[in-house]
């Protein structure tokens, strides 16, 4: 679509209740990003109220129309997806506005491959809106869902507005209670204090200011205690009865805060195991697993409507009442199926449904059973085939192979969840976006202890494939060609593990972390994925990087196959402001608490390399890091740690899976945690130091 044209949706396609709206992106660096945000309008171009103003401290329309499915790595990058059930749209919103923001100082005119992509109930791609036009705004609508007679068509816009987020909500009467100008301001003084406490006298680092308070291991720190407890004062009856006001939208981010330590166990002693809802210590057949695992998904599904919802969403169901069944009977020719599970969505009297396949502890889909599947919901007229393993979906390489009968008008949606995504969605729920009560949150989380407990088969991509042992051997003996298949095999399976860390780690902090992809809109997966293969023949080396919100730099994770060592690593820009020699204190003072053997790099222009140590040795003197000639420019620092890779391809103690996983989580945990809002970042950006997704 050009800007400005307009297209009926029910012209594109049949299946249009529910559609998925896509916007995406590319950035040189892998650190550019944009948020999504989405307006409800009545007849006078206004929301109804502040509650139709979704964005990422407001992600989920309580009726289900509109639901902020966050970030999704694609072969391209990651797009950032959003789902509407336009049957659940009240009657008085007559427009849908779907627009994208920078935060901070950042602007649009430095990203790149700035689209839309609009998508039926069944996941097929119905148009798309390039817009080339981005310049120096910070927020842009890319288009809207609008009534016209009872249908709803669609329009590409593509206006700018260089007021930002918040502009473009007031100007479409969203009251806006924008905080951003004062944590900015906490940013800079914070700065500041840094700055003085590297002065003449070694001063003590001063103590941060309480919206930025936090213990170095990622639990928040305690309230400091007043001096004297003041008793509030008695209300009125009149003050009584007055209602609160309803608080504004703020378009600064909310602080996530993990989950305090857990209260001291009643058992008397270690051998004293908690009572489950869902036990494992019965599991021991392929088959038992299967049946545990798909009863206990989709029972958790239909008591948490969040969950249900959420996992469902991007798949075309609608917001409505559901109910899930297991162990169904479906004739198929001389031979009924008998698929693991089903799941049907009822909302205004029509019935939404999908066959579910599960698979765990490593074992692979069946192409027949899920082709079997895909026919039987055809004929029925079902909407979808979920499928569910340990393995991870990748673009152009698809898990199982299907063919799809175009002479049939109904069509049927194919859908793919890892059990790491399963998991990464429950964590964001219990632990950092909440769900409706107490007693949803207790069943997530005893879905959680059972998907990560070893015995259950659900504990996500497990193993790095029949060609693992011999690509490790050629790159030995130096015998593997480019070209080999093999290393092909190797490069997918390590795009899964990377996407599966990813995810994992997400849950943990309610953070976005994706895999960067650095290539442009267009480009053939496969011909990326045999380039990065041609490299692992070339150097024995499989690199990735992600990007974790939040954070001052992009994370480097390097398995050298040769050496056997994993390195993990962060670049640090340097500060805009100040001297090299207080950038190197500050950076040796922050990271007080990282590991000793922690490698610190000084980063300089030109293309020779700065001095470098053990974070051991840099300790008592951070005046080490400074070029000696004190006149080459120094433009940063990156820090790695260095550990050994697993021997194995699985994912036992000694596995490969697992030591990346041990790796990335420990660099995180004991080194990035440390700069997350304290290190000043070089140029614009959506991450604001202080905050935090």
């Not at 038992?288 to 969950?307: G, H, K």
């Not at 919901?377 to 393995?391: H, L």
């Not at 130096?478 to 860390?501: N, Y």
């Not at 293309?607 to 120094?634: F, I, M, N, Q």
Request: charged share 25%; proline share 6%; aromatic share 6%.
């Amino acid at each position: 679509m050009i800007k400005g044209s307009n297209v009926s949706l029910g012209a594109l396609s049949e299946d249009t209740g529910s559609v998925l709206v896509s916007l995406g992106w590319g950035s040189p660096t892998g650190e550019g990003d944009a948020d999504v945000s989405v307006l409800l309008l009545d007849q006078n171009g206004k929301v109804r109220s502040d509650t139709d103003f979704y964005f990422y401290n407001n992600p989920v329309a309580a009726d289900g129309s509109v639901q902020l499915l966050g970030k999704t790595p694609t072969a391209h990058g990651d797009e950032d997806r959003i789902s509407f059930d336009l049957t659940a749209v009240p009657s008085d919103v007559e427009r849908i506005v779907v627009a994208a923001s920078r935060y901070g100082e950042a602007r649009f005119g430095e990203l790149e491959d700035v689209r839309l992509t609009l998508a039926d109930g069944a996941g097929e791609d119905l148009l798309h809106f390039a817009i080339d036009d981005a310049d120096s705004v910070s927020a842009i609508i890319f288009g809207e869902l609008y009534r016209r007679a009872e249908a709803w068509k669609f329009r590409a816009v593509g206006q700018g507005y260089a007021t930002g987020l918040a502009g473009l909500a007031t100007d479409f009467g969203v009251d806006i209670d924008d905080d951003a100008a004062a944590v900015e301001a906490q940013a800079r003084e914070s700065a500041a204090a840094d700055d003085r406490a590297d002065l003449p006298a070694p001063d003590p680092a001063p103590t941060p200011a309480p919206a930025e308070a936090e213990e170095t291991d990622g639990r928040p720190s305690a309230p400091p205690t007043p001096e004297a407890a003041v008793p509030a004062p008695r209300r009125s009856e009149d003050d009584a009865g007055r209602k609160k006001p309803a608080a504004r939208p703020r378009t600064a981010k909310k602080k996530v805060t993990l989950p305090k330590v857990v209260k001291k166990p009643l058992a008397e002693n270690d051998s004293w195991r908690p009572a489950r809802l869902f036990p494992v210590s019965s599991l021991k057949s392929d088959r038992d697993r299967e049946t545990r695992a798909t009863s206990v998904l989709l029972s958790v599904m239909a008591q948490v409507p969040e969950f249900g919802r959420r996992l469902t969403a991007a798949f075309g169901a609608p917001a409505g009442r559901m109910e899930t069944f297991t162990e169904v009977t479906l004739p198929h020719g001389d031979t009924p199926r008998r698929p693991d599970g089903v799941i049907r969505v009822e909302r205004a009297g029509k019935l939404w449904t999908a066959l579910v396949e599960t698979k765990t502890n490593g074992n692979a889909l069946k192409s027949d059973q899920v082709q079997a599947y895909m026919d039987i919901a055809a004929r029925r007229g079902y909407e979808a085939v979920i499928t569910v393993s340990n393995d991870v979906a990748l673009e152009g390489s698809p898990l199982v192979d299907v063919k799809v009968d175009r002479r049939r008008k109904h069509k049927v949606g194919l859908w793919h969840l890892s059990w790491a995504e399963v998991a990464h969605q429950a964590q964001l729920l219990i632990r950092h976006e909440g769900v409706g009560n107490a007693a949803h949150a207790w069943l997530l989380q005893e879905l959680l202890h059972y998907l990560q407990h070893d015995n259950s088969g659900c504990h996500g991509f497990q193993n790095m494939g029949p060609a693992w042992v011999p690509v490790r051997n050629g790159i030995d003996d130096e015998t593997l060609c480019q070209g080999d298949l093999r290393a092909l095999e190797v490069v997918e399976s390590w795009e899964r593990l990377v996407r599966q860390v990813c995810l994992g780690l997400g849950g943990e902090l309610g953070q976005k972390v994706l895999p960067v992809q650095r290539t442009k809109r267009g480009t053939d997966p496969g011909a990326r994925r045999s380039g990065l293969a041609d490299r692992l023949c070339a150097d024995g080396k499989l690199q990735a990087e992600l990007r974790i919100e939040g954070t001052p730099g992009v994370l480097t994770v390097t398995a050298d196959l040769r050496t056997g060592k994993l390195r993990t690593s962060i670049e640090i820009p340097a500060p805009g402001q100040g001297y090299p020699l207080s950038w190197a204190k500050r950076l040796v003072r922050h990271l007080s608490d990282a590991p000793a053997d922690l490698h610190v790099e000084t980063l300089v222009e030109g293309e020779t390399s700065g001095p470098r140590g053990t974070l051991e040795r840099l300790r008592p003197e951070p005046a080490d890091l400074l070029p000696k000639d004190g006149t080459t420019r120094v433009t940063g620092f990156r820090l790695s740690l260095l550990k050994s890779m697993g021997s194995t391809r699985g994912n036992a103690e000694t596995g490969f899976i697992r030591s990346v996983d041990d790796a990335v989580h420990r660099f995180y945990t004991t080194v990035v945690i440390h700069l997350d809002r304290t290190t000043p970042r070089q140029g614009p950006s959506r991450e604001n130091t202080t905050t935090s997704a």
